[in-house]
């Protein structure tokens, strides 16, 4: 299928090339460019008002991430879900943030204090989110949450490096989010996160995190067999 880009005005202060990226990276996450969509360059050049030259530069920078796979001379096409690239990203992630948290349950009480008012605010917009069903909004919110514990770590530029790692991960989850229960028990696994670390317990948090983020990794054969089309046939087992 072609892709059916939505309309996006380019900011004349910034580089284009990078907006483009930002633009098309997360309608790629959003699978709203769902897995064999093709990225035509005429047809980006044409949506988005600009020269050949950026459009090349942000698919060259989506291939780096995995997110799609291009065919010189001919099309450059959305990637479909790799399940052992999610794994491993989930491995990264895991064993980041398992040492992030546990620096914040090892804060000071009254740093302790002023991240959980922090976090508080985010799973506070992450509940409406979830009472008006927008799920898009959701999912921004869950990924501020955990950028937040980064930052209060001291680790900020360890969160996009994750990122740029986990397009398939992400993808995946964002399957996931809508089923029944998933986007409340996120919610739940974030509250329990956030009351290991106000009470200063770095063991616990540890504990909580471990389970939050093996939720959609346990859940594969559900969402693959609700979404088939999305997976990618030469992981299909993994």
């Known amino acids: 299928m072609n892709a059916q880009i939505t309309p996006f005005r380019l900011e004349k202060s910034r580089h284009a090339a990078p907006q483009v990226f930002e633009y098309l990276r997360e309608q790629i996450m959003s699978l709203a460019l769902a897995p064999g969509t093709v990225l035509s360059r005429a047809d980006l050049v044409d949506q988005f008002g600009v020269s050949q030259t950026p459009i090349r530069d942000a698919l060259m920078r989506l291939a780096e991430e995995g997110l799609v796979d291009i065919y010189p001379q001919?099309?450059?096409?959305?990637?479909?879900?790799n399940i052992a690239l999610a794994r491993q990203a989930h491995f990264l992630r895991r064993s980041v943030e398992l040492e992030v948290v546990h620096t914040l349950a090892s804060l000071a009480d009254d740093s302790r204090a002023a991240l959980v008012a922090?976090?508080?605010?985010?799973?506070?917009?992450?509940?409406?989110?979830?009472?008006?069903?927008?799920?898009?909004?959701?999912?921004?919110?869950?990924?501020?949450?955990?950028r937040e514990m980064?930052?209060?770590?001291?680790?900020?530029?360890?969160?996009?490096?994750?990122?740029?790692?986990?397009?398939?991960?992400?993808r995946l989850r964002r399957l996931h989010l809508p089923i029944a229960g998933k986007a409340e028990a996120i919610l739940a696994d974030h509250r329990?996160?956030?009351?290991?670390?106000?009470?200063?317990?770095?063991?616990?948090?540890?504990?909580?995190?471990?389970?939050?983020?093996?939720?959609?990794?346990?859940?594969?054969?559900?969402?693959?067999?609700?979404?088939?089309?999305?997976?990618?046939?030469?992981?299909?087992?993994?």
């Open 150 to 170: 980064y930052e209060a770590a001291a680790v900020p530029d360890l969160w996009p490096l994750i990122r740029r790692q986990s397009g398939h991960l992400d």
């Open 192 to 238: 329990t996160i956030l009351e290991a670390i106000a009470v200063g317990d770095p063991a616990r948090a540890q504990d909580m995190l471990r389970s939050h983020l093996s939720g959609t990794l346990a859940n594969i054969d559900e969402i693959r067999a609700r979404y088939p089309e999305y997976f990618d046939k030469g992981t299909i087992t993994a």
């Open 118 to 146: 922090r976090l508080e605010a985010v799973l506070a917009r992450q509940t409406a989110m979830l009472g008006l069903a927008d799920y898009m909004e959701f999912s921004a919110q869950d990924q501020r949450f955990h």
């Open 74 to 81: 001919h099309a450059t096409v959305v990637c479909a879900i």
